[in-house]
């Protein structure tokens, strides 16, 4: 069932749409409608006017998820499940071309050669203002100046269309001949061209590691991955080309020699260790330059603007023979469309760290199985699962191993027939490790039940103790001054500037998490119960005082209830910070949880996994807050009548 | 006669701003990016400015703290060239599509150590009695991958093991509190820090006779090497010459120390441990079909993911750049 749901996540996304535009489009108009009719009986900054309105709820999280859908490339896959496939058979042969279109106006505004020039130029320009007149003599500096000079003819000849020899043209030639052809072959109809039988069975978009299948699997593919293996030799071709007039030779093999005489000058004896290196140095930066221009890579202008213009002709055939799929890139794939990198094609833009809402919800249907054999969970362990907890465990946990100790007699030796006979001091020992077996009790397990522990845990003791110190704050003088710097000194910091000491004194085990959220849930319980009490309304207590009431039951019945509503609030604000600060705390000394899923996955870049703990810890949040919601309203509904 | 004056000084100031930015485009600039306290020779080429020389081009370095940070700068076109990129993070990036590409070796060095807490009577010969214990250990990185092929010769079951993910410096920390029992720790001053407390599980010699070491690379973005090869060849050419340079004389050391951010002694220490293999060794033995390099990112791709199909990872590996 989960496979085949699996399977079929793009038809299933699909249909999902559907319904979410229906549910747009309806509840918009439903909410239009009742506006309208509300409108004329409603005052504005009535509080009465926020509620209801379900259908905008259903307006919101409609927008939010085709939003979700449109921008992770969601829609376009659901509708055009080949799209992916046939931008990857284009971009293989935007990959093979670039080389060329790398050294051409088309692809990088310059003819490859006018960089080269300029930038050879500029090195030139400077070596000339440093030839280091100390340690060469004037003769040779004289040569040295007359090198760079010959290089900068070197570049003017290469640049030179009169003196392009005739085999380099020829071979442009033949490769403005070859892209034309190719430009040609695009054009032509693929009907006729098949898909492989293996590129039929690979996985489909985004079932594998391999997010785009990389082999072509329409026909229009095929034509795409072909035009691109024939272009991969034409690129090579173009690469091979170089430029090397005849005037050049002469001058090349002249000033190599005139730059191994200088070479020669060095090495003998008239030089001292650091004029040598300084010798070394400059001659080698003039070389670097002439080995460069040797090269041959600098081409004439006009020799390049055929094969300018046959890449621009291929550019076109290649727009001619995308077809209709243009238009599907450019509204259903926002973005940088897919990119081919040596491996495999990738998405690109928003679609490569917004995984699609369907692959979420496969991701985390994967991690919240059970069965680790499977493949379920996360390093071994379920999202949110059941186990026997050995209650022996609970007992080692609580019962000091030194009771044992303590108890009179001695512990078991082996006897001289090799037997043990453990007393009762050692069973007491067993039992105070927890190795004595007690039976055992269901428990939940799993990384989000750990968090939500450390969290519930933290929150609970926060509450005990902050309530309390707060209202009596509120309520006392002692308390109050005694109390306030400790507490706002310590407040501001932000909880991950206490994870070094946490480290050292807790340990790696929970009771650090736990201390680390505490400290965040206390300081907002304290504050918000504070407030609550001394924000009571002097006539109510005086009221009850002069009724009879004592201290303690002005604090029961009157201080308390009037602080329960800045109490509750503390708690969902709480709640709030509390699952904000867990990934920090999980950071510590990663073991289990929803924090420590993320940290890992992040290390590898992995957004489906980021994207699930991201949604868990939304969710998870927003149903921690609709609960208290509740216990709000059923609990104090003098809220905010006081 | 006014609007003749106005076009006049419009058409000189125009012809002003061309003349001052002639070909703009060409003095371009390159983005590197660099670890800081991880001593190399490039960094005296750096400090010189010999990469800017003879690139004919600004080279712009910038500071990182992990390979991984590196990856995603790169990703988002910020970085053209990572010097010294983990192998870990850039095999990861490779999995996940990541259009980069191996050009070379930065520093071959020891495999990072993993400490044994001093006292516990633990070392190579009795490994297995590890099992049960708690270990700290940067998870996805090159000390996780040392780990685990430690474990591996020393046949000890690592799924017995509880494994805490834990940043080298709160690891060598929780080593010292005895909240683990072993922790692997990559960089200079945890790895001290862990070196106080404990020993690592195997001498630099075993590790030798194991076969066990690891290197980082010089990695690029695709774009970039395809755009600009002649850019990467004179940046791998400096690279190769800062090395042949490097004498380990004190002048040169100073420079290094300053520009990593370390201290004397520490730098000295950590470059001897180092090695910077030549461009024709680098060709020879790392980056071949089947060299070190391809291997090495083979093996670590099944540590990471499972994915035991290392020839797609070695389809990224590219020695050309060197000349």
Same mark, same amino acid.
């Given at each position: 069932m989960g496979e085949l749901l699996s399977y079929n996540r793009a038809y299933i996304a699909a249909f999902i749409i559907i319904v979410l535009v229906a549910m747009f489009v309806i509840s918009v108009v439903v909410g239009?409608?009742?506006?309208?009719?509300?409108?004329?009986?409603?005052?504005?900054?009535?509080?009465?006017?926020?509620?209801?309105?379900?259908?905008?709820?259903?307006?919101?999280?409609?927008?939010?998820?085709?939003?979700?859908?449109?921008?992770?490339?969601?829609?376009?896959?659901?509708?055009?499940?080949?799209?992916?496939?046939?931008?990857c058979q284009v971009a293989k042969l935007e990959e093979v071309v670039s080389p060329i279109k790398a050294a051409l106006p088309i692809g990088s505004r310059y003819f490859k050669s006018t960089l080269l020039v300029a930038r050879?130029?500029?090195?030139?320009?400077?070596?000339?203002?440093?030839?280091?007149?100390?340690?060469?003599?004037?003769?040779?500096?004289?040569?040295?100046?007359?090198?760079?000079?010959?290089?900068?003819?070197?570049?003017?000849?290469?640049?030179?269309?009169?003196?392009?020899?005739?085999?380099?043209?020829?071979?442009?030639?033949?490769?403005?001949?070859?892209?034309?052809?190719?430009?040609?072959?695009?054009?032509?109809?693929?009907?006729?061209?098949?898909?492989?039988?293996?590129?039929?069975?690979?996985?489909?978009?985004?079932?594998?590691?391999?997010?785009?299948?990389?082999?072509?699997?329409?026909?229009?593919g095929v034509l795409f991955d072909t035009v691109a293996g024939e272009a991969a030799d034409i690129t090579t071709l173009f690469n091979k080309i170089r430029n090397h007039p005849v005037q050049n030779d002469r001058i090349i093999s002249d000033v190599k020699q005139r730059i191994q005489n200088l070479k020669t000058a060095t090495e003998s004896d008239d030089f001292d260790a650091a004029a040598i290196v300084q010798r070394n140095k400059y001659i080698k930066s003039v070389?670097?330059?002439?080995?460069?221009?040797?090269?041959?890579?600098?081409?004439?202008?006009?020799?390049?603007?055929?094969?300018?213009?046959?890449?621009?002709?291929?550019?076109?055939?290649?727009?001619?023979?995308?077809?209709?799929?243009?238009?599907?890139?450019?509204?259903?794939?926002?973005?940088?469309?897919?990119?081919?990198?040596?491996?495999?094609?990738?998405?690109?833009?928003?679609?490569?760290?917004?995984?699609?809402?369907?692959?979420?919800?496969?991701?985390?249907?994967?991690?919240?199985?059970?069965?680790?054999?499977?493949g379920g969970g996360y390093k071994g362990i379920p999202l949110f699962w059941w186990k026997w907890l050995p209650l022996q465990d609970v007992v080692g946990f609580f019962v000091p191993d030194s009771i044992a100790d303590i108890w009179p007699g001695e512990y078991a030796q082996l006897g001289p027939d090799g037997t043990i006979t453990p007393s009762f001091k050692d069973d007491l020992l067993a039992f105070a490790r927890g190795e004595a077996y007690l039976g055992a009790i269901p428990m939940l397990d799993g990384h989000l039940w750990d968090s939500l522990f450390r969290v519930l845990v933290a929150l609970a003791l926060g509450i005990l103790l902050g309530v309390p110190l707060g209202l009596f704050m509120g309520v006392s003088r002692f308390f109050k001054s005694f109390f306030d710097p400790l507490i706002e000194l310590y407040r501001p910091v932000p909880p991950l500037a206490w994870a070094p000491l946490i480290l050292t004194i807790f340990g790696i085990t929970d009771d650090g998490k736990i201390f680390l959220l505490f400290m965040v849930a206390f300081a907002i319980m304290v504050i918000s119960a504070r407030t609550?009490?001394?924000?009571?309304?002097?006539?109510?207590?005086?009221?009850?005082?002069?009724?009879?009431?004592?201290?303690?039951?002005?604090?029961?019945?009157?201080?308390?209830?009037?602080?329960?509503?800045?109490?509750?609030?503390?708690?969902?604000?709480?709640?709030?910070?509390?699952?904000?600060?867990?990934?920090?705390?999980?950071i510590l000394a990663g073991t289990t949880g929803i924090g420590f899923i993320e940290n890992i996955a992040r290390t590898v870049s992995d957004y489906e996994l980021i994207w699930v703990t991201i949604l868990i810890m939304g969710i998870l949040g927003l149903m921690f807050d609709i609960i208290m919601r509740w216990v709000i309203a059923r609990t104090i509904p003098w809220r905010g009548k006081g | 006669m006014k609007s003749v004056l106005k076009s006049t000084i419009l058409a000189a100031g125009v012809a002003a701003v061309v003349a001052a930015a002639p070909l703009a485009q060409a003095a371009e600039e390159v983005n590197a990016a660099f670890f800081l306290e991880w001593a190399t020779p490039n960094q005296i080429a750096k400090v010189d400015k010999a990469y800017d020389a003879a690139m004919g081009v600004d080279v712009k370095w910038a500071d990182f703290s992990t390979g991984v940070a590196m990856t995603e700068a790169m990703l988002s076109g910020d970085i053209d060239i990572s010097y010294s990129q983990g192998l870990a993070p850039f095999v990861t990036a490779i999995q996940q599509g990541a259009p980069l590409k191996m050009i070379g070796i930065a520093v071959v060095y020891e495999a990072n150590d993993c400490f044994v807490k001093n006292g516990s009577g633990i070392d190579s010969s009795n490994a297995s009695e590890l099992e049960g214990k708690t270990v700290a250990v940067p998870l996805n990185t090159m000390a996780d991958y040392a780990f685990r092929r430690y474990m591996s010769h020393l046949d000890v079951d690592t799924s017995t093991l509880k494994i805490v993910d834990q940043a080298p410096a709160d690891g060598a920390k929780s080593l010292a509190d005895g909240a683990v029992d072993m922790a692997c720790i990559f960089g200079g001053a945890s790895a001290k820090a862990a070196g106080e407390v404990g020993t690592p599980?195997?001498?630099?010699?075993?590790?030798?006779?194991?076969?066990?070491?690891? *290197?980082?690379?010089?990695?690029?973005?695709?774009?970039? !090497?395809?755009?600009?090869?002649?850019?990467?060849? =004179? *940046?791998?050419?400096?690279?190769?010459?800062?090395?042949? !340079?490097?004498?380990?004389?004190?002048?040169?050391? =100073?420079?290094v120390s300053k520009d990593a951010g370390m201290d004397l002694e520490t730098t000295k220490d950590q470059m001897a441990s180092f090695i910077f293999p030549s461009a024709a060794e680098q060709k020879e033995n790392y980056l071949g079909k089947d060299g070190i390099a391809a291997q090495a990112a083979a093996s670590l791709g099944l540590v990471f993911s499972g994915d035991s199909d290392g020839s797609s990872i070695a389809k990224t590996i590219d020695g050309s750049f060197l000349e």
């Open positions: 239009r409608k009742e506006t309208a009719q509300r409108d004329k009986d409603e005052v504005f900054g009535d509080p009465e006017r926020t509620r209801g309105g379900w259908y905008w709820s259903a307006c919101g999280v409609a927008t939010l998820l085709l939003v979700w859908f449109y921008f992770s490339w969601g829609v376009g896959r659901a509708y055009f499940p080949e799209a992916a496939n046939e931008m050879n130029t500029d090195q030139l320009d400077e070596l000339v203002t440093q030839v280091p007149s100390d340690v060469f003599s004037p003769d040779e500096q004289d040569e040295l100046r007359n090198i760079i000079g010959d290089q900068r003819q070197l570049m003017a000849n290469s640049s030179d269309p009169t003196q392009l020899s005739a085999q380099t043209s020829s071979e442009l030639n033949a490769l403005v001949g070859k892209i034309s052809l190719l430009a040609d072959k695009l054009k032509s109809d693929p009907t006729s061209l098949k898909p492989t039988e293996e590129a039929l069975a690979q996985p489909k978009w985004g079932l594998s590691i391999i997010e785009i299948p990389v082999l072509p699997t329409t026909s229009r070389e670097r330059i002439f080995k460069r221009l040797d090269d041959g890579t600098i081409f004439p202008a006009r020799a390049l603007e055929e094969v300018n213009g046959a890449i621009a002709n291929l550019d076109a055939a290649k727009d001619h023979a995308r077809g209709g799929l243009a238009w599907i890139e450019s509204l259903f794939f926002p973005g940088q469309g897919v990119v081919k990198s040596r491996t495999q094609c990738t998405e690109q833009g928003s679609a490569r760290w917004l995984p699609k809402p369907t692959d979420v919800v496969a991701e985390f249907l994967t991690l919240s199985n059970p069965d680790i054999e499977a609550g009490a001394s924000g009571t309304q002097l006539s109510k207590i005086r009221a009850s005082h002069s009724l009879g009431a004592s201290t303690s039951q002005i604090m029961r019945y009157v201080i308390l209830p009037n602080a329960m509503p800045e109490i509750l609030t503390g708690v969902r604000i709480a709640i709030g910070v509390c699952w904000g600060t867990l990934v920090a705390a999980e | 599980i195997m001498s630099s010699q075993e590790k030798v006779d194991a076969g066990i070491g690891s *290197f980082d690379v010089i990695s690029v973005t695709e774009k970039f !090497a395809t755009e600009h090869p002649e850019l990467v060849r =004179a *940046f791998m050419e400096v690279t190769e010459e800062a090395n042949l !340079a490097w004498k380990a004389t004190d002048e040169q050391l =100073a420079k």
